[in-house]
């Protein structure tokens, strides 16, 4: 089975900052990478799919990059409404799903 | 618009089983799958299993083989999620999600129901 592992586990960064969190996988899944947003007692929302591409209606502040086993989520400038956990999920082998075990933002 | 509406919150005793209803409206249900994610409390995202609406196939995650059934009702557009010989640790909220098909991601969400196993 595919792990997945994520970093920092948590980070305290300011309003306009730039903020990135990493994500690796245990083997090459190509660009077959997720990253969804949760905010505390609601359902995670997707964010960007296939590694690098915006999903529809999200703000362009975030981004994805990698491939392979190293992927980066940035936000470009850190909003009040951006303190939630982020996670990633791989989906190499489909229709099996991993989620890394997430990164909580909040605001310093 | 999409949606995805689960049942009520449950509460059940160890060694129960509970099943969970996902009810789709908004799009073509047979079209889609639905994979169930759970969340247990303070925790992060499980992936548990994944079915076709078209054809009702199915995937499980390893750890929980033998133990959970997912079906669906495309006379009723509804998912089923079926958790059997439950224990304390299947405590969490338990979510069913839309895969995409042009994105193979999850892009609608219910709302999440709460299953507490307690003695």
């Known amino acids: 089975d595919i792990q997945m592992t994520q970093s920092p586990s948590s980070l305290s960064a300011s309003v306009g900052d730039r903020v990135t969190i990493t994500c690796q996988a245990s083997?090459?899944?190509?660009?077959?990478l997720n990253w969804y947003q949760q905010k505390p007692g609601k359902a995670p929302k997707l964010l960007i799919y296939d590694a690098s591409n915006l999903e529809t209606g999200v703000p362009s502040r975030f981004s994805g990059s990698g491939s392979g086993t190293d992927f980066t989520f940035t936000i470009s400038s850190l909003q009040p409404e951006d303190i939630a956990t982020y996670y990633c999920?791989?989906?190499?082998?489909?229709?099996?799903?991993?989620f890394g075990p997430g990164t909580k933002v909040d605001i310093k | 618009q999409v949606q995805l509406v689960q049942s009520g919150a449950e509460v059940k005793k160890p060694g129960a089983s509970v099943k969970v209803s996902c009810k789709a409206s908004g799009y073509t249900f047979t079209s889609y799958g639905i994979s169930w994610v759970r969340q247990a409390p303070g925790q992060g995202l499980e992936w548990m299993g994944w079915i076709s609406a078209y054809n009702g196939n199915t995937n499980y995650a390893q750890k929980l083989q033998g133990r959970v059934t997912m079906t669906t009702d495309t006379s009723t557009s509804t998912a089923y999620m079926e958790l059997r010989s439950l224990r304390s640790d299947d405590t969490a909220v338990y979510y069913c999600?839309?895969?995409?098909?042009?994105?193979?991601?999850?892009?609608?969400w219910g709302q999440g129901t709460l299953v507490t196993v307690s003695s």
């Open positions: 999920q791989q989906y190499d082998n489909l229709p099996s799903f991993t």
């Open positions: 999600a839309r895969e995409g098909i042009a994105v193979a991601g999850f892009d609608y």
């Open positions: 083997q090459d899944i190509s660009n077959y």
